[in-house]
């Protein structure tokens, strides 16, 4: 029996050679004095090799400025930086990991198996043997939600609605698209005859000047390329909001230049002529949505942003400890996602009308003109679109919610920032943290980076101050929560009936305004093994994967003030869940794809 030694600072780990492949993974030490029922904890968080012994302090949250370990930490980074190696797998494209290291793999590999899930979905549905007739009115595609597995999305009584097709632009999957109004796009072919009945009387002077007009531009998919059957619109649309707080898209243009080919579609137009043209306005959005809002700005920035944070953090550092609960599966679920789903005949190929390599394409785009400190910030990204102000569109729950949750992340972050770094000095001292930086923004590298733009420190070439450091650990833990719950988990509800949101659709669209019928509308509905394969799919990203967020799979941060501010973050996000909760009992269309409860730690599905 011990006799009393006095605090506990410092342990040692180390393991012999005698199984060579016998690796040693450790999460952490506790140490419980049972006379004092005193707790001592040393997170470690690495596998324990036989060729190294291992010095862990208390808590292990350290700057490297200050750790009389720095050779070991140093070789252990350099180790690090092997596993970690950036490729751009496709010119343009965010940066990822240049194969999986083993310490990322799936800790539950069958739940993680995309086409074992689906074969077992099938199979247990039954659903492939029960489809045996040809689809001739819009009821008959409702025949796909009788089966286990395939609820009745919410989106199939009111999809033909306008309020239901605005609503969309509000809380559906891609809510990042609408913009206030100020001027009316040269390139859209409106004026105040066309639109006056759809204004509540208004000009569309006087509709802008009451912030009632809102408006959508998908410039970015022009030109894309599709196969022969079908084609892609890079439309333009506006929006108004009624007196009694209802938006109504009131203008839709398929198509970016005028002509008279490329008619504005109007809400009193023939009623599956009008129907017709938002199929194909929600056919271009789902591109976007799929290719950007989902998987380039979520999935690959942060997959760039995970590998960077292995090769310079030492899992050591506090800010390491502060991001890693975020990156759990991100790195393995892309590789697997991007080898199943973006395949040459994969997912993308079978059921989007752009394919993958339009997806690609789409990804470069985006990604040129993606900003950390522009759409990597909610409060920035709302304000470049006009829509910062909570009494513009009161009813656009993703930015009520979104900002809520922002709020919450920034306090977190901000109170563990400022117990590390008491000084700017601090910030400047700390060479794991710039040289993060570095790789992150791609400076004086030579070597395959993130190059992001925006970072916050552009003007310096360095981080100089803990707002500058906020800034940026609130825009990761965001995104890697709330932006892709937001973007994520109600797709099925949004593609699993396609007329809603169809991800392809056959033919070509519209280019006049003769009167269609319902028999027109279902020749662009594509066949049953393609919805098939798209309900499947969208039912298995919108499972959740892993735990809420604040509710970390793995805790990483022990220190007194990290544990009290991670308390807070929880009893925030729960004042917020209430909340949440309580509006949506009072709205006809709840939204709760931003309820905390339901956000998960980080991208891993």
């Known amino acids: 029996m011990l006799g009393d030694f006095g605090p506990i600072s410092r342990i040692e780990i180390w393991r012999d050679e005698a199984a060579p492949w016998d690796d040693w993974y450790v999460d952490y030490v506790m140490i419980a004095h049972v006379g004092s029922k005193t707790k001592y904890y040393f997170p470690v968080h690495r596998w324990i090799r036989s060729y190294r012994r291992y010095s862990i302090k208390e808590f292990d949250v350290v700057l490297p400025q200050h750790d009389d370990c720095h050779a070991a930490r140093a070789d252990e980074l350099k180790e690090k930086r092997m596993l970690y190696e950036f490729v751009r797998q496709v010119p343009g494209l965010p940066t990822q990991v240049k194969t999986l290291p083993v310490d990322e793999s799936f800790s539950n590999e069958y739940k993680w198996n995309i086409v074992q899930r689906k074969v077992q979905m099938l199979t247990e549905s039954a659903i492939t043997k029960r489809i045996i007739y040809k689809w001739t009115k819009l009821d008959d595609i409702k025949s796909m939600f009788k089966f286990k597995h395939f609820p009745v999305p919410s989106s199939v009584e009111e999809w033909q609605t306008d309020e239901h097709f605005a609503r969309q632009r509000l809380t559906g999957v891609n809510a990042v698209m609408i913009r206030l109004c100020e001027r009316i796009p040269d390139n859209l072919d409106v004026d105040d005859q066309m639109l006056r009945p759809f204004l509540e009387d208004k000009t569309i002077v006087q509709a802008i000047s009451a912030k009632k007009l809102f408006y959508t531009d998908h410039k970015l998919l022009k030109g894309l390329a599709t196969d022969e059957h079908t084609e892609l619109c890079s439309p333009l649309a506006l929006f108004y909001l009624r007196n009694d707080g209802t938006l109504v898209p009131v203008a839709l243009q398929l198509f970016q230049e005028k002509a008279p080919t490329n008619p504005v579609f109007l809400p009193s137009d023939p009623k599956y002529t009008w129907l017709l043209a938002k199929m194909w306005y929600n056919n271009a959005d789902a591109q976007y949505h799929q290719a950007l809002t989902h998987l380039g700005l979520t999935h690959l920035v942060m997959e760039g942003v995970a590998v960077c944070t292995h090769r310079n953090l030492s899992p050591s550092h506090p800010m390491f400890r502060l991001l890693a609960p975020h990156f759990l599966y991100i790195i393995a679920i892309n590789t697997r996602g991007l080898s199943v789903l973006m395949c040459d005949g994969g997912w993308i190929d079978k059921t989007l009308a752009m394919k993958s390599t339009g997806t690609f394409e789409l990804i470069r785009r985006g990604f040129s003109e993606w900003r950390m400190d522009g759409y990597g910030c909610l409060p920035k990204e709302l304000e470049a679109r006009g829509l910062l102000d909570p009494n513009i569109l009161p009813e ?195 939204f709760t794809f931003l309820d905390p409860e339901f956000i998960p730690n980080s991208i891993s599905i």
């Open 396 to 590: 656009y729950y993703y930015r009520e919610d979104g900002l809520a949750i922002y709020r919450a992340i920034r306090e977190y972050v901000k109170t563990i920032v400022e117990n590390f770094y008491d000084t700017d000095d601090a910030i400047l001292r700390d060479d794991e943290l710039q040289s993060w930086r570095k790789e992150l923004a791609g400076v004086d590298c030579q070597h395959c980076t993130c190059a992001f733009k925006g970072v916050p420190g552009e003007r310096e070439g360095r981080f100089s101050s803990s707002g500058q450091l906020v800034d940026t650990f609130t825009s990761i833990i965001f995104t890697c929560s709330v932006g892709h719950a937001a973007a994520n988990y109600q797709q099925y509800d949004e593609y699993a009936f396609p007329p809603n949101y169809p991800a392809m659709l056959n033919g070509r669209a519209p280019r006049d305004k003769v009167a269609r019928t319902e028999k027109d509308i279902m020749a662009t509905i594509p066949e049953q093994d393609v919805l098939l394969d798209t309900m499947v799919v969208t039912k298995l990203l919108s499972d959740m994967g892993t735990n809420r967020l604040s509710d970390f799979e793995v805790q990483y941060l022990f220190d007194p003030v990290s544990v009290s501010a991670k308390e807070k973050l929880r009893e925030d996000l729960d004042e917020i869940s209430v909340n949440i909760k309580e509006r949506n009992r009072h709205l006809k269309h709840p």
